[in-house]
């Protein structure tokens, strides 16, 4: 079987990977799409995740435009975050992903089962 042709840097499949490729990345829209959270709740959303991690991740996600931050104005300071309509597009992709990853789970446990 031909392997593809390479993929050029236009392609839309590598520029989307730009973006989910990063571990939590995913993770973190999967929790943005049930609304606007702040730091500290997306945080133990993500057991595991460091604070620098989500830090540069939700900055990623912002430069990207695909989120967008709200601080407020008192003591101590508030910030939420929360998806942008193009943001809002993942959504789909998190769909496609826990229905691989549901079938993925199902075929190991069918494969464990007939060990």
Do not use: N
């Amino acid at each position: 079987m031909a392997s593809p042709p390479p993929c050029p840097p236009s392609c839309p499949v590598a520029t989307a990977a730009r973006i989910v490729e990063g571990k939590w990345t995913t993770l973190i829209v999967r929790e943005l799409l049930g609304g606007c959270k702040r730091f500290s709740e997306l945080q133990r959303s993500l057991p595991g995740i460091s604070a620098k991690v989500l830090t540069e991740r939700l900055k990623l996600l912002e430069e990207y435009h695909l989120l967008s931050k709200r601080t407020y104005a008192c003591i101590p300071p508030k910030t939420e975050y929360s998806l942008t309509a193009l943001g809002m597009d993942l959504q789909q992709v998190i769909q496609a992903m826990a229905s691989f990853g549901t079938a993925m789970q199902q075929a190991a446990a069918g494969q464990r089962d007939q060990a």
